[in-house]
């Protein structure tokens, strides 16, 4: 004879189990969270420009800066040529796409580390992490920009047709640094020494990049050595800071090998990264 409660059953048992299929990423989720990412960005942007004197305005320094120095140094005194701009106009466009994308990789890299208080005890989209830190750099190059044009009008350039194809180059951009962001950020909850590696990689690229010289100067300069000049084009800023000079400055005569190249590499390198850190995100609460 059965007791009482004999009639009550078992609770019910919910199993969350993994997709059988791996994904990069789902929107939908990423779109439900779209209001933590706002939260993720204007908080890496406060606390950059946290206690400082001029705020933003340091966006604005940075690459003008740097463009004095790089006058000074390997226009006027090396004699690096500008493929007919006037140098200052030349090299600000390069920095400006640079400086966005070492900004962007820089801070996406330690994102994940930097964020393990909020991956630790509560759960949203890790992918959120990173692509606030790119998005962050985004709000930084869109401050600088409006210099560029006033720059623009002082030396009487004006961009041509090609100026419509200006988000698509900067989209470029943003691609190239977020492949490269979620690559290394999801690499460095696991290896700590990507945190080391990344300011050593971010400065040697910047010579390996046409910023400070024309990619037709870095082709040539490279077949000497004999290496074949179109190695220049798997380097997806290399399209982004040539496409940014063609679309705005005038016609650059390696700019659409190069833009069609580096949205290939580009493109690999965001896919792939996406793939990556959506097998490895899982055991980031564990390790970071």
Known sequence: ?????????????????????????????????????????????????????????????????????????????????SAGLPYPLFAYTGLLAWTFFAQAVTQAANSLVGSAHLITKVYFPRLLVPMAAIVGAVVDLLVALPVLFIMMAAYGVAPGPALILLPAVLLLAVAAAAGVGVWLAALNVEYRDVRHAVPFLVQLLLFLTPVIYPATTMSSSLAKLGVPGWVVALNPMAGAV???????????????????????????????????????????????
Do not use: C, N
Request: aromatic residues 14%; glycine residues 8%.
């Open 242 to 288: 040539e496409g940014l000079r063609w679309t705005l400055l005038g016609p650059a005569p390696s700019a659409g090998l190069l833009l069609l190249v580096g949205a290939a590499v580009a493109a690999l390198l965001f896919v792939s990264g996406l793939f990556y850190f959506r097998r490895v995100e899982r055991s980031f609460a564990d390790v970071v």
């Open 1 to 81: 004879m059965r007791g009482a409660g004999s009639h009550l059953t078992a609770p019910p048992v919910l199993v969350i189990e993994a997709g059988r299929r791996p994904v990069p990423f789902r929107f939908g989720e990423l779109w439900a969270y779209r209001e933590l990412l706002y939260f993720l960005v204007w908080r890496d942007i406060k606390v950059r420009y946290r206690q400082t004197v001029l705020g933003a305005v340091w966006a604005i320094l940075q690459p003008l800066l740097t463009m004095v120095v790089f006058t000074l140094f390997f226009h006027r005194l090396a004699g690096i040529e």
